[in-house]
């Protein structure tokens, strides 16, 4: 799991341009971006995990409230995915 820091040191603040206060912003954006990317998705939810559950990434988690059953999705193709049951 990706962590982030709690403050973001931009350092000496008297000279800051409005460049520089942007390339700062966007390099943050891009680490919180990278962060939040790498969490799945969870799906929670009263059936298995669907092949045509084409709209989730790789990664994606589903949870059957109705049997407990954790599935992964593995591969994907614009058409099917596979769930491997975890």
């Known amino acids: 799991m990706a962590r982030l820091p709690e403050y973001y040191n931009i350092g000496n603040r008297e000279n800051l341009t409005n460049e ?14 990278l962060a939040v990317n790498q969490k799945p998705d969870i ?10 559950d084409t709209f989730s990434a790789n990664g994606t988690i589903n949870l059957n409230n109705l049997t407990q059953k954790v ?13 491997k049951t975890l």
């Open 71 to 83: 599935e992964m999705l593995v591969a994907r193709t614009a058409t099917a995915v596979t769930w």
């Open 43 to 52: 799906n929670v939810r009263e059936i298995d995990g669907q092949v045509t």
């Open 20 to 33: 520089n206060l942007l390339e700062i912003i966007e390099d943050m954006y891009q680490q919180l971006a």
